[in-house]
């Protein structure tokens, strides 16, 4: 029997005993409401979709409704303390209502309950090995994404300017960076929705799912609905990308083109030949002018 029920039982079977037994029983239910309640564990469960902030204010997450979350012990009348991925974390109060942690369902995969999330990139022959958002820790995005309308044309090299990374897991944190910088509001960061490469590119020889084949991006100006923006993990202004790293982009491009996700006759180019910067670096950005279908007009 549950403690609930026993409880209940306790309570009712309580009015058929004389009075200084009553008294004892009742006493013994109060004790072992209490030892239940200690023992709960309280969650704090989203009413409406809201942003989770770290201890420094930053922006880490999106909170989608019907996802709970334990809570830890220094809260206040406007934050919420919780548990976000194995880190402290916050979220408004009024965004929350307070649950047993053992009558609440499972918390959710990132952007299960999100009709708006980013759908997971269709697995295509001939691709290289592509790390999913699930595998590499993405956060949901904050607003619902926009399909592609038309099959891009143009594809566009970039550089994330930051130290490189040579496993998986070095790669993943680079990448959940990223994502951070991204979506984190200015000037801390850009304020997007989401991670905005369609793809990543580390020199573990993966590729890394940011807003994949089908999503509208936020990596060129003025291009985002009609080209991809692929992005080597590190800083290439004055060396190349490790061969691992340059075979993965061009098996993905060419796999993209094999499966109709880039149009066959797609214009490649760098960053800075649409936009004032010195992205992709500049040893990279001479080199993919040998690349294929290289134009810079």
């Not at 403690?3 to 008294?23: A, I, S, W």
């Not at 994404?145 to 994330?160: D, S, W």
């Not at 993905?252 to 880039?262: P, S």
């Not at 992709?280 to 080199?287: A, H, K, N, V």
Request: net charge negative.
């Amino acid at each position: 029997m549950s403690g609930k029920g026993l409880t209940d039982r306790l309570v009712h079977e309580n009015y058929m005993l004389p009075f200084y037994q009553r008294m004892k029983w009742t006493i013994f239910a109060a004790i072992l409401t209490i030892c239940q309640r200690i023992n709960a564990k309280d969650c704090a469960c989203v009413l409406s979709r809201d942003q989770i902030l770290n201890n420094d204010a930053g922006f880490v997450g999106t909170a989608l409704q019907g996802e709970c979350f334990p809570i830890l012990g220094h809260s206040n009348v406007t934050w919420q303390h919780i548990q976000y991925h194995d880190q402290s974390a916050w979220i408004a109060h009024s965004s929350v209502e307070t649950r047993d942690c053992d009558s609440t369902v499972p918390t959710t995969t990132p952007g299960s309950l999100d009709p708006t999330a980013v759908r997971p990139s269709p697995k295509l022959p001939g691709c290289p090995t592509i790390i999913t958002r699930d595998e590499w820790g993405a956060m949901p995005p904050s607003h619902a994404m926009t399909l592609l309308t038309e099959t891009p044309k143009y594809v566009f090299i970039h550089h994330g300017a930051t130290s490189p990374c040579s496993t998986q897991q070095e790669c993943s944190t680079r990448v959940r960076s990223y994502q951070t910088f991204h979506m984190s509001a200015p000037p801390a960061g850009r304020g997007w929705w989401d991670i905005g490469y369609s793809f990543m590119v580390g020199e573990d020889g993966n590729v890394y799912e940011g807003r994949g084949w089908d999503q509208v991006g936020a990596h060129t100006y003025g291009y985002n609905s009609v080209g991809l923006g692929i992005s080597f993990i590190g800083d290439f202004r004055d060396r190349l990308p490790n061969p691992n790293a340059i075979h993965a982009a061009q098996a993905l491009i060419k796999c993209g083109m094999e499966n109709g996700k880039i149009i066959g006759n797609y214009i490649l180019k760098g960053h800075r030949d649409v936009g004032n910067t010195e992205c992709p670096g500049q040893t990279l950005y001479d080199y993919i002018q040998t690349w294929p279908h290289y134009n810079r007009n």
